[in-house]
T-cell receptor
């Protein structure tokens, strides 16, 4: 069984540029999460989807971040415009009926110059 | 103060040693406790998952939860160089989202 797939793995951009991250969850997993992980820190939830619906986006900075999950499968997280402080690893995870058993992708490491 | 706290380490041990990794938490409503392992440049991987207090064993790994003291432990027996990674503890209420600690970096030297 394929795991959670994320792309790109690495991204370097100039500040004020837009950037997008893509996630393909494990087949059949209805819940999808986007996390932010800063260096030396644990993951912090940005947004959670139940199928196509964003049910928890309280930690998503909505002035510059947006996300979508079309057809309840793949998801895209976008930042526009990026700021220096957005440099971090963006992790996607998925689960099936059990929030405690989340399967993570390898993450996208973003560097904003 | 963060709801889940871990010593960042690094913790360095010789191969074969028993490793003890610990977390404390502050939210009395937490009922579920997880340990994730994260290798460098990889996503976290679920190791152990326990509900409420008590012990749970899986091979060389034992997870222990003491709700009276709000203390979570992970023990690794016969540690191997391949166990070198960052270990993240996480907790949550039923139905709520995971709150992660900052992780403890473990190095097992051959």
């Amino acid at each position: 069984e394929a795991g959670v797939v994320q792309s790109p793995r690495y991204k370097i951009i100039e500040k004020k540029q837009p950037v997008a991250f893509w996630c393909n969850p494990i087949s059949g997993h209805n819940t999808l999460y986007w996390y932010l992980q800063n260096l030396g820190q644990g993951p912090e939830l940005l947004i959670r989807y139940e199928n196509e619906e964003a049910v928890d986006d309280s930690q998503l900075p909505k002035d510059r971040f947006s996300a979508e999950r079309l057809k309840g499968v793949d998801s895209t997280l976008k930042i526009q415009p990026a700021e220096l402080g957005d440099s971090a690893v963006y992790l996607c995870a998925s689960s099936f009926r059990n929030y405690n058993e989340q399967f993570f992708g390898p993450g996208t490491r973003l560097t904003v110059l | 103060q963060k709801e889940v706290e871990q010593d960042p380490g690094p913790l360095s041990v010789p191969e074969g040693a028993i490793v003890s990794l610990n977390c404390t938490y502050s939210n009395s409503a937490f009922q579920y406790f997880m340990w994730y392992r994260q290798y460098s440049r990889k996503g976290p991987e679920l190791l152990m998952y326990t509900y409420s207090s008590g012990n749970k064993e899986d091979g060389r790994f034992t997870a222990q939860v003491d709700k009276s003291s709000k203390y979570i432990s992970l023990f690794i027996r016969d540690s191997q160089p391949s166990d070198s990674a960052t270990y993240l503890c996480a907790s949550n209420n039923a139905g709520n989202m995971l709150t992660f600690g900052g992780g403890t970096r473990l190095m097992v030297k051959p």
